[in-house]
């Protein structure tokens, strides 16, 4: 398992563009597949999309669809989260997490190592 942590988040303003990372450490990040989660007050973790161990391929829900972008540099052993134009319903602490499984998997508990979290706050 690697341990990563989560970094990028903060307080911004509806139409405004945030960009996350996610670096791993204790580990070979180029093993895993990742994936970035978030969840928003009191409702259940979801989804946001998740990346190949080669950054080739990538998978979005359906509602994150041209609303953020996944990226990856195994040199740096970081993934990113772009995301342009947030909206107050964007607001969450945001998650990624790995899996040894490959890319393509979307529930939580396909994901064996988590970051503690970034919180993105948008404002109207």
């Known amino acids: 398992q690697v341990t990563l942590v989560e970094s990028g988040g903060g307080l911004v303003q509806a139409g405004a563009s945030l960009s996350l990372s996610c670096v791993a450490s204790r580990g070979f990040f180029g093993d895993y597949a990742m994936a970035w989660f978030r969840q928003a007050p009191g409702k259940e973790r979801e989804f946001v999309g998740c990346?190949?161990?080669?950054?080739?391929?990538?998978y979005y829900a359906e509602s994150m669809k041209g609303r953020a972008t996944i990226s990856r540099d195994n040199r740096k052993n970081t993934a990113y989260l772009q995301m342009p134009n947030l909206q107050p319903e964007d607001t969450a602490v945001y998650y990624c997490?790995?899996?040894?499984?490959?890319?393509?998997?979307?529930?939580?508990?396909?994901?064996?190592?988590w970051g503690p979290g970034t919180q993105v706050t948008v404002s109207s």
């Open positions: 997490a790995t899996t040894r499984l490959g890319v393509g998997f979307r529930r939580v508990t396909d994901y064996d190592s």
């Open positions: 990346i190949d161990w080669r950054g080739e391929t990538t």
